[in-house]
Each structure stands twice: as C-alpha cells, then as structure tokens.
C-alpha cells in the first residue's frame, strides 16, 4: 500500500513539473501516452499552435456553458493569428440554430472566397456545434460533417458524432460545489457504497436506467440527493451515460471514484484520446441490476480502488474549466485534442480548379 501511495505522490509531483521527473511505462499513469512523450507534445503545442478563424456569418452567441468557456477562451487565447498561411488549423463558427440551408451556403461561401477549404475538403477546419450536425446529402455540409472536426457537448446525440475525429467538451459545472475538500483523506469513512445525484430531467434514459435507479433507491448502500453535498463520503459517484455528467470532473477530483452506467461502449467521452478512462473511472451496466452492480464494486479491492481514486484525483485538473484558462485545464486539453488532430492531408489546388 505504502509503496502505491509513493507512486501516486510521485506521479502527481510529475504532473506538475513534467520536466523534472522521467516516470517509467510501467507506473500507474492516467495517460493514454507516455509522459515523457506527452509532456513535450503539450509544451509544443502552447507555443506553436495557430488557429485561423473565420469570420461568423452573422454575429451570435454560444449557447451551452462549455462551449461559451471554450470560444471565449479561443478568442483571448494565443492560438489565433491573422495570418492563415502560418494557421495549422480553422475555425469555422456558426450559431447552433443554423439551418442546413444557411449551413451549406456558409461553406459556400468560404469554398469561393478562400483557398483553405479546397486543399483538404475541410480537413484542416473545425466547428463548435453542442448537439453536433447530422448527415445531410448537400456537399458542402456532409464535407464539413465527414471531414472538419466537431466539438460538441457531451454525451453527443446518436449519429452526431464521428470516433477518432470528433471531440466532446468536459461537462461544465455551473457551479461546483464548494462544500468538499480538494483531496477526501485517503482513510475516509465512507458511509455509502455509491452516491448519485437525482436527476429531475431524466426522460431521456431507458428502461433499464429506470428500473435500476428505482432498486438503487431502496437499498441503503446507496444514497441519493437533488445536489451532491460532501462527495467525500461516498466510496463511488455513479452517473447514468445520458444523465446529468456535469460534475463527474468534480466527484474524481474529491477522490469519489465515478462509475459510469451505460448498456453500450461509450466512444464520445471527453478528452478520450489523452486520458485512459478505465484508470480513472468504472463503467458498468444497468441491464443485471443492482445486485450486479454492488457485486462489481464491491469487488473492487482496496489496492484497485485506491489506484484508480488516485489516478482520478490526478486527472481531474484537466475537467476543470477556469475563467482565465491554466495550463492543462479542459480548455487547454481541448486544444490539445485539436493539435492531434491537425495533420489533414492537403490536397494541391491543383486537382480542384
Ligand atoms: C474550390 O473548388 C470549387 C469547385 O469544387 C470551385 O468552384 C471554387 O472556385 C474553388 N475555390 C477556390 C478559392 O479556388
Ligand atoms: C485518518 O484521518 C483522520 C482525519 O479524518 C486523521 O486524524 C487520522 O490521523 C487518519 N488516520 C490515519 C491512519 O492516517
């Protein structure tokens, strides 16, 4: 045990200062990459990046929270320049209640008026839509649906979104909680096996959803509230895939390991290409009811749990959205996600005139 904490405290102090520490592949890492590789990559990209943004077709805001964060932040950011011939990357904005009419005649317009889209189809263009934008046979919107990256909130809606070359926002939280302490002692009493916040809005879920949450509620190792209060006491913070997901960044940085319930693999999770999910987080089905799911939780040993709460309370900076953008919050971890992504084929001019 003794040894696994040391290894969590030095991974942590790594974080920090990447350049200092040299961890081996085989310590516990939240990362899909090496740190030692990373790292770096990050570092290039806070001082390389250039992003190019188009001008909006009509002036408009950003609705959802996490998008409003991302395109303020965008705008006061670094990464733009003027200069589209030293721009990696473009921005393509355009309100969320474009039709696909105005959609079309917006790429258009960008199509004729600049030589950008032509050399890749829109490979090298990104968009901010929160419910993401669906097939449509018109041209000009299926290559910016098939081609440009979207950044959408999570969870997407089905058939909106495209593995590997999409990304989510992490989940905003209007306001987290104050209430709890940054790091639950690792000793902490816990009184509940799971917590799950009631979630008034919850149509949306299946069946299976439903009947669980109904067992869920009638068995006393779990609790339920309206608003999380100390997360600290909660061994798990369980989320239903389709629920409220706004303070799962939140229950992993107070050491409230979440669990994930969800009767499909989940492909649109934020910043799925940087973190390894299944370190950090417990995924689980509702199909099997609560019976199974306190069979898989309470199977997780104390050397598993303390891992992945660790691994979680280490990763949890990078959900976190600040007015002002810090170094690997989610803003800066979005753009990262964006900088993997900026190796678009270019096609020559040549082939389209
Ligand atoms: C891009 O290609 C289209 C044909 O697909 C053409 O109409 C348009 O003028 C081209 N844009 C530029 C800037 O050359
Ligand atoms: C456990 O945590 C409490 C504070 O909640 C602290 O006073 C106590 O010393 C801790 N025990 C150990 C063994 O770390």
Known sequence: MAMVTTSLSLLFLSLLTP?????????????LSPPTVLFPDYHKMTTHFKIYTYDPPKSFHFTTP?????HNSLLNSQFLTRNPNEAHLFFVPFPHDFSTRQLSRFIRDLRQNFPYWNRTLGADHFFVSRAGIAYAPDRNVLELKKNAVQISSFP????????HKDITLPPLHPNPSPLVLPHAPANKTTSFLGFM????????????DKSLVQEMEADPEFAFASEPLDLGESRFCLFLYGGDLTWVGEAMRVGCVPVVITD?????LPLID?????EIAVFVGPRDGVGELKRVLSGIGDERYERIRGLGVAAAQHFVWKAT???YDAFYMVMYQLWLRRHAIRYARREWV
């Open 19 to 31: 350049f200092l520490a040299h961890p081996t592949p085989l310590q516990p890492s939240p990362y």
């Open 156 to 163: 997407t809606t089905s058939g909106n979104f495209i593995p």
């Open 264 to 268: 499909r693999p989940i492909q649109d």
């Open 66 to 70: 996490s998008e409003t964060q991302f």
């Open 325 to 327: 953008p810090q170094p």
């Open 197 to 208: 916040k009631l979630d008034v809005k919850s149509q949306s879920q299946s069946q299976s």
């Open 274 to 278: 940087v973190v390894r999910w299944s």
